[in-house]
């Protein structure tokens, strides 16, 4: 397409919200919307500057040939407008889906909030009783130890008295 009629193209119509023409987006992107009837002109208007610029045919025929070759013209715009579209509309569907994606994993991070924070405290609690368990264990230890110490102790003592009564004899 000639910049000629690319200009032409950005000039037709207004640029508006793109929320403000169906859509739900954020407002934040823009669509140049035009009327039917104002395109309709448009193509009629750049038909007739194409025309106007060729030498007239000659003879009857030369009315049909200029009539084909509106016509032809007409198609090639018309073509090359729903491709715009199109390609606008593709952008439009990729874009809101990308906005519903965003949406969504903001709703899951937003709900996985509450549940890592408690997470994140009960990790804390197993590293303060990990922490704290060598110095909760050392008195029950040294009381087993202790317990331990005065129970062979006792034993030995008792081991000693035996071994005591043997070697004595006994009176009759």
């Known amino acids: ?3 000629h009629l690319l200009e032409s ?3 037709l119509g207004e640029t508006r ?11 934040t992107g823009t669509v140049r919307v035009v009327s039917r009837k104002r395109l309709a002109e448009w193509v009629r208007e750049l038909v007739d500057k194409e025309l106007a610029g060729r030498p007239p045919a000659a003879g009857p025929a030369g009315g049909g040939a200029d009539q084909a070759m509106r016509q032809k013209l007409l198609e090639s715009t018309q073509a090359e407008l729903r491709n715009r579209l199109f390609r606008e509309q593709e952008a439009r569907t990729a874009r ?9 994993s903001i709703t899951e991070v937003q709900t996985l909030g509450p549940a890592a924070d408690h997470l994140n405290a009960a990790l804390l609690d197993l590293q303060n009783i990990v922490t704290s368990l060598p110095d909760s264990l050392a008195q029950p230890v040294a009381r087993v130890h202790s317990a331990a110490g005065a129970l062979i102790e006792a ?7 035996m071994s005591t009564r043997r070697r004595t004899p006994t009176p009759n």
Not at 155 to 161: E, I, M, S, T, W
């Open 155 to 161: 034993v030995r003592g008792l081991n000693d008295r």
């Open 17 to 27: 919200p793109a929320n403000s023409v169906g859509g739900a987006g954020d407002g």
């Open 1 to 3: 397409m000639s910049d």
């Open 96 to 104: 809101e889906q990308t906005e519903r994606e965003l949406e969504r």
């Open 9 to 11: 193209l950005e000039r």
